[in-house]
């Protein structure tokens, strides 16, 4: 070894160091005693001991400013030192202004891509919700072990139960979404609202902007009927009106006063909520179990941990399914941190796109780190004729890493570009994807700016030190001499460049079969039949309040009119209706009780609950595979019938006919006899699994909440706006929702597989491009060869052989890599699962296309220098050098 290695340096610099320190000390010592012996005579000249030490200290300046004048000096010297590696690398990176370019250019993809999806990260799962103490709000939920279900609504006596027996939540609060309807001024208008138990602004810290919030004596039944504004709202609906509280507004035909404004900045964790009405559970409400539509929040008492609290709940909840058997069976609680739920969702998306970035900028990192290699193979000679006037190791060293970090501070720079442009368009994206949450504001905060500074610096050690250590490393008398030690493709001093090409293709493999995955979950799901045509099909969101249609037979009336008005329309080919419409996000689902079978504790019999009128399967497409579907014929008086899905007929009776069977619908004491079976819809999305659905004659089970379905050869807007007429021809207060087109429901239920193979995919892309970087790294090195290559030719070598060489030395870099890639694949595509439909997490298809597609570029990468190759001229190639 060397004696210019960097182990034999360190005593040397050790001897410097402490060689420093005796300077130091020897300075103190030497000041220390002529300032003694000044202090002295100053005593025989009679001044006091006090002024003498003043006096001297005064004309040497003291032993610690001497010291801090040393230090200053060699602070000084180092500043020096660096303005000039500075300087130089400047001077550097102006001669070869293509390799800045493209090295600025590959890291500020890769720092960019990085930048854009931490201020995603940042936003989301590091920033907390905006209340106070937010690690203290939580959510607490039902948990259902036996079905799956562990974030399930609550019922009301259970909430009440909880909210009386606990002890470590210093509030408590149910919320219930519910729209709202505002009527008596220009026009009805419906917004979103919601009804909360009086401690729910507690829990979540908030104080109004205007007026109070709800006290529990309006939670009680009879009690006036208060409401609190959105700022929006107030701004949009009252025109900011600072005297609106105390004022009385109509909401759902009832007379409520409003009590309170929220503040301007406020964010709901959930879906946008417009107004806040109090949550009235009493009376025949308090003792409901077998019906669960309530999300619980609460907020944890100073000092108790998030496990007392779960294991308290854990307790109650036994307590409860002591006490209620039937209808509690199984029925568990899970206390979960507001800021989890939130973000349970996105996640593992969030993980996966992470780690793809991450990876791209590995790629880039590896791409730049070659560049440097070659540079400094270009630049032995200067290298080693600054060793022989004496710069150390060290110093050449700290120079290529300033060269470095100058390229990696322009990316970071260059980075911010992408960043912006990126982080401009997640919002959209998530809105798109049908993220719940509001979506926060990401920006360009300090936050971001601080990991673009602290990536530029990581990729700036990562692209600079090995290739300046191994640069560094050479015989000074052999470069001098111009002979070719670097001629060898796999020399000593070329493995860090072929591990580096390895790793790029590693990690390329690795991206490119995420994507692939992802590319196949969605062509996956775009084949998935809904189990209804929604082309030319829309609904219209109607809502009859509680006041004006309190009488179910008028809401059956209303409707069944609406019904009539809608069939008769220019332009409608049929119209229906349905209570909640596929893929809408909501949902309502029924225990039953089949006929001559005894329920199982471990699998309650449920089905979801749908609400129909005679025409909604026709206009929704909607295959009858057996008996009939609903009919005029099925009125109140007549005897109570149900059509299932083809789930609930093979699940509740398998291989036998479902037609004839009877069962009861949760509490109701009547039997109802299934006349008919239609095919299957995907309810809940295309990704999610079809349940049971019974579906109910609108006059025997009468409902507030409709949607008027109609199949139409019309344009949607006017449609609605005629739509719209209808409804208010037979009630001018009556609001109604925002048209829905069926077709959009489902593309939106795939939006989230979209922006997932979207984002991930790019970064694929980015990946493969700077993957056939193999290209410029087999070019210099067969650059390199060119004397060796002229021998072989001279000896007798064809073209041919020389294309051999080329593509079999590239094709054994690429093959290695793609062997790792394929294993690192096998580990960590199964973080995808979650994300992944009809497809497995090591699909062969995916995995042998990536391999071929891989295998083309680096091929094709390694033929044009190997095309380059194969015209050299032997006599000058042997006087290359």
Request: charged residues 20%; aromatic residues 8%; proline residues 6%.
């Amino acid at each position: 070894m060397r004696p210019e290695h960097w182990i034999y340096t360190v005593p040397l610099r050790l001897r410097s160091l402490f060689r420093q320190k005796a300077v130091e000390q020897e300075l103190a010592e030497e000041l220390g005693y002529h300032v003694e012996r000044k202090t002295e005579e100053y005593l025989a000249k009679g001044l006091s001991a006090e002024e003498a030490r003043e006096a001297a200290t005064r004309e040497f300046g003291g032993v610690e400013q001497a010291k801090e004048e040393c230090r200053d000096t060699r602070k000084m010297n180092w500043y020096q030192d660096l303005g000039k590696d500075l300087s130089y690398a400047l001077r550097v990176l102006r001669k070869s202004p293509g390799f800045a370019a493209m090295a600025v250019f590959t890291l500020a993809l890769g720092i960019g891509g990085n930048a854009t999806i931490f201020s995603l990260v940042e936003g989301i799962l590091l920033r907390q919700p905006p209340y106070p103490h937010p690690e203290r709000v939580v959510m607490i939920w039902e948990k259902r072990v036996h079905e799956n279900e562990l974030t399930n609504p609550v019922s009301p006596a259970d909430y009440l139960d909880w909210q009386k027996q606990s002890q470590n939540f210093s509030s408590m609060a149910a919320l219930s979404y519910t729209p709202a309807d505002l009527t008596g001024g220009a026009e009805p208008l419906r917004v979103p609202g919601a009804t909360v138990g009086a401690e729910f602004f507690d829990v979540l810290g908030v104080h109004p902007a205007l007026g109070r919030f709800f006290e529990p004596s309006e939670e009680q039944p009879g009690s006036n009927f208060a409401a609190v504004l959105s700022y929006g709202l107030w701004q949009s609906r009252f025109g900011g009106d600072p005297q609106i509280v105390g004022q009385a507004i109509r909401v759902n035909g009832k007379s409520a006063t409003v009590i309170g404004v929220l503040p301007e900045d406020f964010r709901f964790p959930y879906n946008k909520v417009e107004l806040w009405m109090p949550l009235t559970i009493g009376g025949e409400f308090a003792v409901i179990r077998g019906s669960h539509f309530l999300n619980v929040f609460a907020r944890l008492k100073p000092g108790v941990s998030l496990l007392q609290a779960q294991a308290e709940m854990v307790g109650i909840a036994g307590r409860l399914e002591k006490q209620n058997p039937g209808v509690n069976r199984g029925h568990g609680a899970s206390v979960l941190p507001l800021r989890e739920e939130l973000v349970r969702d996105i996640r593992p998306a969030l993980n996966v796109v992470g780690l793809a970035v991450g990876f791209v900028l590995l790629i880039a990192c590896a791409n730049i780190a070659n560049l440097f290699l070659a540079r400094g193979i270009r630049r032995q000679r200067e290298i080693a004729l600054r060793q022989a006037v004496g710069a150390s190791r060290w110093r050449l060293v700290r120079q290529m890493l300033v060269e470095s970090l100058l390229i990696a501070a322009l990316a970071g720079t260059a980075g911010c570009m992408p960043t912006v442009w990126g982080i401009s368009g997640l919002a959209d994206l998530l809105r798109q994807g049908g993220w719940e949450a509001p979506v926060p504001e990401f920006r360009l905060n300090g936050a971001v700016v601080a990991f673009l500074a602290v990536v530029s610096l990581g990729s700036s050690l990562l692209t600079g030190l090995m290739p300046a250590l191994t640069s560094s490393q050479l015989d000074v008398v052999t470069a001098l001499k111009g002979e070719g030690t670097f001629s060898r493709l796999f020399g000593s001093s070329h493995r860090l460049r072929a591990a580096l090409l390895i790793s790029e293709v590693m990690l390329s493999t690795v991206l490119l079969i995420g994507a692939s995955l992802l590319l196949r979950t969605f062509f996956e799901l775009r084949a998935v039949t809904p189990g209804f045509h929604g082309d030319r099909v829309m609904a219209l969101p109607v809502f009859l309040n509680s006041q004006r249609h309190a009488d179910p037979q008028r809401r059956v009336a209303f409707f069944e009119e609406l019904m009539s008005r809608v069939a008769s329309m220019p332009g409608v080919e049929s119209a229906g209706g349905i209570d909640i419409l596929p893929m809408s996000g909501e949902d309502s689902r029924t225990r039953i009780t089949i006929e001559n079978r005894a329920p199982s504790p471990n699998e309650p019999t449920r089905a979801h609950h749908r609400i129909v009128t005679p025409g909604y399967f026709a206009t929704m497409d909607i295959p009858l595979q057996a008996g009939r579907t609903i009919q005029d014929s099925d009125t109140p008086t007549s005897p109570p019938v149900a059509v299932i899905n083809e789930t609930a007929a093979q699940k509740y009776w398998p291989e036998q006919s479902a037609v004839g069977k009877r069962f009861k619908v949760g509490g109701q004491t009547a039997w109802r006899e299934i006349v008919g079976v239609v095919g299957d819809v995907k309810e809940a999305g295309l990704a999610e699994e079809v349940k049971p659905v019974m579906y109910l004659p609108l006059p025997q089970d009468p409902t507030s909440w409709w949607n008027v379905v109609v199949r139409t050869q019309r344009d949607p807007s006017d449609v609605g706006t005629a739509l719209k007429s209808e409804v208010q021809a037979i009630d001018k207060d009556q609001p109604v929702g925002a048209l829905v087109i069926l077709n959009k429901l489902v593309s939106d239920s795939i939006a989230s597989q979209k922006i997932n193979l979207l984002l991930v995919g790019l970064f694929a892309g980015v990946a493969l491009v700077l993957a056939a970087g193999i290209y410029s790294v087999m070019a210099f090195a067969f650059a390199q060869r060119t004397p060796e290559i002229g021998i072989r030719m001279a000896l007798g070598a064809n073209e041919n052989d020389v294309l051999r060489l080329v593509l079999g030395q590239g094709a054994k870099l690429a093959g290695a890599g793609l062997a790792l890639g394929m294993i690192a694949a096998l580990g960590l595509t199964r973080l995808m699962r979650s994300l992944l439909f009809g497809v497995s997490a090591t699909d062969p298809l995916t995995f042998v296309g990536v391999t071929v597609l891989l295998t083309v570029v680096a091929l094709a990468a390694c033929y044009i220098p190997a095309r380059k190759a194969m015209r050299v001229d032997p006599l000058v190639a042997l006087r290359y050098e």
